[in-house]
């Protein structure tokens, strides 16, 4: 069986152990200057924003990619993996990394919970880049899709079973979600193998599968009423969105539609030919887009430090 040293991987980072709400985080860090947490996605870890640490990082930004509650070297708590919780986890790691405040950049799930932060803890979050994910207030309207991203979540709703499947053949089945959900192409038999040990880590298919189990059934719950009250909420900073045009999990019609909600300076970035996983796919055009903006927004709000003045 694997501990999570398949989560340690060797690079131009820097690893090591946060704690932060009451759980201790892996993350990897590169470059200094002001903070940009990343937040990976399903079924990844945080080794997905490799590209974009090196990126950043000689871009004159200090870049921390995390391992989310539940995956890689993080704690695997047996309870947390609500997009409230989840959202408690990234802010409280942001303070403890030393900063005031971040420009969270999230895939996926992960940018469900960075969109979360926008409304829970709006003082911490400096801009928003959301990669493949849509507002969660229109996340919800792609379960009438019918796509590939809606059968996983169904299918996660079962009991034990789900989990599984993810293990079953040295997690063969996280290779075949990454190759449906991707462009053509993506990925290499390396990468491949890289999530799949990753995946293999003691506990990481459960705690993946309970933040789906939360999305799905919280619909019909009081706490989903609540949560999804309260992401009505207008957001005030820039948002910059980043879409594969070939993404099956979340099309980009179905994510384009929340701009009502956006107060502050919007970007759209669409990514030709890629699918659910652009920052990987296409990591160089994902990283130029991501420096140009950070670049053009450094002036229209402050830093960590610095008095907020929206």
Known sequence: MLDDTAAYVDGPWTHRTVGASGARFH?????EGPLVLFLHGFPQFWWAWRFQLTALAAAGYRAVAADMRGYGASDKTPRGYDLVTLAQDASGLIRALGARDAVVVGHGVGGLVAWTMTAYHPDVVRALAAVSSPHPRRAVRLLASGGPGVRHMLKAQLPILPEHRLLADGCIRVGHLLREWSGSGWPDAETEKRYRRAFAIPKVSHCSLECHRWIFRSRWRLDGARYMSRMRRPIHIPVLQIHGDNDPVCPPKAVFGAQRL?????????????????HEERPDEVSEG????LREIGDAAPWEGEAKRW
């Open 262 to 278: 956006l107060m502050g300076s919007h970007r759209p970035l669409r990514i030709a030919g890629a699918g659910h996983f652009p």
């Open 290 to 293: 991501l420096v140009g903006w």
């Open 27 to 31: 993350v990897a860090e590169a470059g």
